[in-house]
Each structure stands twice: as structure tokens, then as C-alpha cells.
Nanobody, 114 residues
Framework: QVQLVESGGGLVQAGGSLRLSCAVS????????VGWYRRPSGKQRELVAR???????NYSDSVKGRFTISKDNAKDTMFLQMNSLKPDDTAVYYC????????WGQGTQVTVSS
């Protein structure tokens, strides 16, 4: 069983930054593939970024160069540093972990005002 608890969402002006955190409990984060999805209001969920157990990172084209995913294996926590935020980044952000199946956090709202 894997549990994920997110924090760090909020309201920010366009061009600003936010950092999301996701604390992982259960198996150690360093054996998991973990990452972030987002769901804009009225739209489908989309992958934002992920980091494999081997440390390989992948980003959606829409956030590449602005967002950075990382993890602290000692603290079993992953992060999403979001810079140069745009109104189009407004969404509920969910962290996830894959360990035999998908596990999800509760979601945190990120709102970027223009």
C-alpha cells in the first residue's frame, strides 16, 4: 500500500512560482516511479512530469523548461518546482506513484491569475 499527501498549491500571479510537495509512505520512494498529473477544469487529466526509479525524468511539452520534478529519497518526498507560471497552468495537481498499480494523492489546486 502506498499513501501520498500533497501540499503547496495556491494562488499566484502569472510569471510567479510555486513548489508542490508530495510525501510518500509505504515502500521507499527510490523504488517507485512517481510524478505529477494535472486536471484543468472541464478538461482531461494530463501528465505533467514523472521520474522513474532509475532517475529518468519526463515532462510534457507544455511545461518543459519551466517545471522541474525532483525527489528526496531520504525523506520519501517528491517535489514539483513550477516557474514562469501561466494561466493555462491552472488545474488540480495530483501526485502519483506506481507500484504494481497506480496510487494517487488527494489533489491540490493551483490557480494562476493573469
Amino acid at each position: 500500500q502506498v499513501q501520498l499527501v500533497e501540499s503547496g498549491g495556491g494562488l499566484v500571479q502569472a510569471g510567479g512560482s510555486l513548489r508542490l510537495s508530495c510525501a510518500v509512505s509505504g515502500p521507499s520512494i527510490n523504488i517507485l516511479t512517481v510524478g505529477w498529473y494535472r486536471r484543468p477544469s472541464g478538461k482531461q487529466r494530463e501528465l505533467v512530469a514523472r521520474i522513474t526509479r532509475g532517475g529518468e525524468t519526463n515532462y510534457s511539452d507544455s511545461v518543459k523548461g519551466r517545471f522541474t520534478i525532483s525527489k528526496d529519497n531520504a525523506k520519501d518526498t517528491m517535489f514539483l518546482q513550477m516557474n514562469s507560471l501561466k494561466p493555462d497552468d491552472t488545474a488540480v495537481y495530483y501526485c502519483f506513484a506506481f507500484w504494481y498499480r497506480d496510487y494517487w494523492g488527494q489533489g491540490t489546486q493551483v490557480t494562476v491569475s493573469s
